[in-house]
Structures are given as C-alpha cells and as structure tokens.
C-alpha cells in the first residue's frame, strides 16, 4: 500500500489557502463560453464535457471528499485554467500550446464525428494540461508532489465517470455500430488511463528538472508534440455513412454524472 505523505508546506512558505473562488471564475468563463459557442463547434462539445468535470468537483470539494480541499480546489482551478487560456484566448496572446491547435484548427470540420472532439479534448487536456497543472500546483504550495497524488486520483474519478458517460452518450446506437467501425476502433484505440497514468509519470519528471530550465522546457515542448500527434490521430477524418455520424455535441439537458463503483483512474493514450 503506498502512503500518501501528510500536506506539510515548507519553512518560511504560507500554507496554500482554498480558492473556491478560482474554481467559481474559471465555471463563470466555461459557461459563458457554452453560451458564445454554435452546439456543433469542436471546442463546445469538449467544453460541454469538461463543464461537467468541473462542476462535480465543485460538489465533491463541498461534500469534503478530497484529502486537501485547498489543494484540490487549486489544482482544479489551474488545471481548468490551462485549458481556457489555449481556446479562450486567455494565454497572453502567445500561441496556443500545439496539442490545442489542432482541435482549434479543425473545430468547424463536417466531417469529425462530436466523439473525436471530445476525445481530442480529453487527450490534450489530461496529457499535456494535467502534469503541468500539478507540478505547477506543488511548486505554488511549498510542496512534494507525492502529496497531491491522492487527490490527483480523485480528479481522475471524476474524468473516468464523464468519459463512460460521454461514450455512451455519442456513440452510434446498436444499429449503426458496424457502419461505424472506424469510430468504435478509434474510441477504443485510447485510453484514459493510460493517459491519466502517463500524466501522473510526466509530472514527476517535470517535478524532478523544474529547477534546470532547459531540460525543463525541452521536456514541456516534447510532451505538447507527443500530445499532439495523438490528437491529430483522434481528428482525422472517417469514412463514415450520415446515418452513423451521430450528434455532434452531447444532448441539451443529459443527466449528471454518476458516482464511480471504484476508484478510477484520469488519464488517456493511444494503445496497441
């Protein structure tokens, strides 16, 4: 069993306080973002789905589920964060990272199915947006890193629950399964735990170069291209008959989230 050392912040550094206030602004912009978009651009169908991520763990942080609500609520808010600043233009002008670019590129194409939107989301968000979200938050805290692993599964949960239902969700039904077997073979070509898993493993790299600056920021632009590629895999065009497409957004008013059997894991990559 490994044990989760307690959450000591270092000499002479605050302990990290609770910012539900950060997590309240970054809902507030995924809202408000909802309601700019058109339902069937690329980047609602993801935002529709991360809305939901975001809004559970609002609700487990209330409920007390998270070993270090102020930590948690943080990593949350700088997770969601990373992800406004790459398609809301919150980034300070910069380009967006290149794992983001292809889904921002390609948002408008008729020919995408709204499962490898949400899946090409998932994948740049958790493979590129979650260890850095991580490192970031132990660092702002004074910090290890093997402290938030327990609340890092946490978040995980809460993405294993969203990504079983997305899938049901978009899908093609019973019917149209077998016209649409590219789509069942790409959405089951990746893995979010496999993802969640290399997040976890990135972070801990980045954790150990993050006082050596450019093997630091050589790490960072390697991962953004390994992310990419596998989202340009998850966005290519599929030969698939208009009675198998689908929808391209998940259905107006979709039942919430339901609370996972065991304990999941957060994370996704292509596997063999």
Known sequence: MTVTPAMTPRPGRPAPSARPADLRGVLDRMRALAAALPPDDGVAVF??????????????????????PETAAALAARFAGRYLAAVGGGSGGRRPPDCWRTLLHRRADRRLHALQFALAGVNAHVGHDLPLAVVGTARAAGTELACLRTDFDRVGEVLAVIETRVREQLMPGPDALEAAEPLTH???????????????????????????????????????????????????????????????????????????????????????
């Open 47 to 68: 935002n529709g789905v991360y809305l939901a991520v975001t809004e559970e763990i609002e609700r487990r942080l209330t409920a007390g589920e998270f070993a270090v």
């Open 186 to 272: 790409l959405a089951g070509a990746w893995s979010l735990a496999r993802a969640r898993d290399g997040a976890w493993a990135t972070a801990r790299l980045l954790w150990l170069l993050r006082r050596h600056g450019d093997a630091y920021r050589e790490s960072v632009e390697l991962l953004d291209a390994t992310v990419a590629l596998t989202g340009r895999l998850l966005l290519a065009p599929l030969p698939l008959p208009r009675a198998a497409a689908g929808p391209r957004r998940p259905a107006a008013g979709a039942p919430g989230p339901r609370a996972p059997q065991s304990s999941g894991s957060v994370t996704g990559a292509m596997s063999s």
